[in-house]
């Protein structure tokens, strides 16, 4: 996330497959800090949102 992508997608389901929690925490808070939200897509079971660069 230092690198600050232009966009960014993860994975929202409400169990995430096999998360790194401590890497998940450090997207989260950029996510907060540096993103806005642009979609959120489903696909089957499974959630994602798309967040782009403010």
Do not use: C, K
């Not at 232009?6 to 800090?33: K, W």
Request: aromatic content about 8%.
């Amino acid at each position: 996330m230092a690198s600050r992508p232009g966009a960014v997608v993860i994975d929202e389901s409400a169990h995430p497959y096999a998360p790194n929690l401590r890497t998940r925490a450090v997207v989260l808070q950029a996510l907060a800090s540096h993103y806005r939200r642009i979609a959120t897509l489903t696909l089957g079971t499974r959630s994602f949102g798309l967040f782009a660069s403010r």
